[in-house]
């Protein structure tokens, strides 16, 4: 059983970074997918950024280019969300999500994820 356990979150004034961490208990880099979600209080989970493991693609939403990049380290089964120039409209519960073959089909879809973390919780002060 593929287990994702975030930290990192964090308090930060608007401008500020921080860069959360996804280990991922169980799971194999070799095929699927992996990505960052958040859910604002009142909103739906979107997508922030993911990609296939395997390369061959990925994608960050409109709202985070230039700003997030997702990285991962196989060596340390890990995922990393790195969030700069940090906005009020960026504080949101943040969770990682694993795909697992047979996944995947839409990076940018809660479906194309089997596995959840419980969610890390990011504030941005004005």
């Known amino acids: 059983e593929v287990q994702p356990v975030e930290s990192g ?5 608007a401008g500020g970074n921080l860069t959360l961490s996804c280990v991922l208990f169980g799971y194999t880099f070799r095929t699927g997918c992996m ?10 989970r979107e997508g922030v950024a993911g990609f296939y493991t395997a390369g ?5 939403a ?8 997702i990285s991962q380290d196989r060596a340390k089964n890990t995922v990393y969300l790195h969030m700069n120039t940090l906005k009020p409209e960026d504080t949101a519960i943040y969770y990682c999500a694993a795909g697992t073959a ?3 089909a839409t990076l940018r ?4 994820y089997d596995s959840w ?3 890390t ?6």
């Not at 990505?35 to 739906?44: H, K, L, V, Y």
């Not at 061959?56 to 960050?60: A, I, R």
């Open 35 to 44: 990505a960052w979600f958040r859910q604002a209080p009142g909103e739906e």
């Open 121 to 126: 919780q990011v504030t941005v002060s004005a």
């Open 102 to 104: 047979g996944y995947c």
């Open 117 to 119: 973390g419980r969610g």
């Open 56 to 60: 061959g693609g990925s994608f960050y």
């Open 62 to 69: 409109d709202s985070v280019k230039g700003r997030f990049t």
């Open 9 to 13: 979150g964090g308090s930060v004034q």
């Open 109 to 112: 879809s809660r479906d194309g």
